[in-house]
């Protein structure tokens, strides 16, 4: 099923007899495996509203998101979040749908600095379990109207309703970028020195360290002549971890920093891949337990782990202060181990009376996050 209007999309939901699995593009395939017939919202295309000077655009749900970010690019703007896109690291193909980019809350390296989808996200329409049109929020930055159920429908993976419509506030793209890397750096050692790097005045926008050669990276955007300053300012600070080098060639900077945003490393590697929030303190000894291949990103406080097929990693981690998320498995090991971590008993009961809520059939992507 395509609908091509909201209303259309409202009289499928209303009228449905079973289960619905909601798609987007089909690029994010993660969770539990979903039963049911397939409601897509791929039609459900194209930007309403682009107003450069307000800094806010505003599309439906289908809307592909390379079309909204060549729209911003041709402004000099862009979604301050830099969503990640799964599609290598899952190997899906399809095209990811700017809603999609909601339901699952996207973010990349520049999280640490901008925030993930939810906190660009302005406004929201959607179609509820009982086939209601819902309106959210607003369509400028002034207008907080109903706010909590906008950052509420960001990361509900559709299992409240269905977007059909989302608005952002967006910010201007920088004109020059650097990117500074150090080499031979252990775990520990790199957390310490992306520590030091995010609790200086240079506002780095990235701070990640790679797996194999223990490459640590830093990034710095923004005005041409503050880009050259902080990089050297920032040089210097980091010369007690070793040596500094910075790469300055904005094409060059713009691909390793869309390598780690998109874990490029462990695309079309054998292997589990789970997302791990943790504390950037306790990043290294998490990493060491998984007993795999780590990777770190915002500063140590998120860590990408591949592990052999079918692991159960939380078992093997243990208790943590944070959450162990299966992104990449098999649909068998997705069945057999809960892809999202499991909420403590008073969150759980509160997740289960909001989708009763807003779903009172249970029919929107049932099951998928585990209840």
């Known amino acids: 099923m395509s609908p091509a209007t909201e209303t259309e999309l409202s009289e499928i939901v209303a ?4 289960p619905l699995r909601v798609v987007g593009g089909g690029t994010r395939p993660i969770g539990r495996p979903v039963a049911g017939e397939v409601l897509t919202v791929a ?6 509203l682009y107003e450069p000077g307000a800094l806010t655009i505003v599309a439906r749900a289908g809307t592909p998101l390379a079309e ?10 862009r979604l301050p979040f830099e969503p990640m896109d799964h599609r290598a690291l899952l190997g899906t193909g399809g095209e990811p749908t700017i809603g999609g980019v909601v339901a699952a809350n996207v973010a990349g390296p ?28 607003g369509r400028v930055m002034k207008n907080v109207t109903g706010y909590d159920l906008v950052k509420l429908m960001a990361g509900s993976w559709g299992t409240l309703g269905v977007l059909s419509e989302v608005a952002f506030k967006v910010l201007p793209a920088p004109e020059a970028a650097a990117s500074l890397s150090l080499e031979g750096l252990s775990p520990l050692q790199a957390v310490e020195a992306m520590a030091t790097a995010l609790g200086s005045p240079f506002e780095v926008s990235g701070a990640a360290h790679l797996p194999g050669e223990g ?34 060639d904005g094409a060059r900077v713009a691909e390793i920093w869309r390598g780690i945003r998109d874990v490029s490393g462990f695309a079309g590697r054998a292997g589990d891949v789970w997302r791990i929030s943790v504390t950037p303190s306790d990043g290294p000894e998490i990493a060491a337990r998984t007993g795999g291949e780590a990777m770190f990103d915002w500063g140590g406080g998120l860590i990408w782990a ?19 998320t299966l992104i990449r498995a ?29 779903d009172p059939r249970g029919i929107l992507n049932r099951g998928l996050m585990g209840a």
């Open 15 to 18: 009228g449905a007899k079973g």
């Open 43 to 48: 039609a459900l295309s194209g930007i309403e």
């Open 68 to 77: 909204v970010e060549a729209a911003l690019a041709a402004e000099g703007q």
């Open 110 to 137: 520049r999280r640490i600095q901008a925030g993930a989808a939810r906190d660009s996200l302005i406004g929201v329409r959607f179609v509820d379990g009982s086939g209601t049109i819902v309106k959210n929020g």
């Open 215 to 248: 490459r640590t990276m830093l990034r710095i955007e923004g005005f041409v002549a503050s880009v050259a300053y902080r990089a050297g300012r920032l040089s210097e600070l980091m010369a007690p971890f070793g040596a500094v080098t910075v790469e300055e």
């Open 306 to 324: 591949l592990v052999p097929e079918g692991t159960d990693l939380r078992a093997r981690l243990g208790a943590f202060a944070g959450h162990a």
């Open 330 to 358: 098999s649909e068998e090991t997705r069945a057999r181990i809960a892809p999202f971590q499991p909420e403590p008993a008073p969150l759980a009961k509160l997740s289960r009376g909001l989708r009763e809520k807003f």
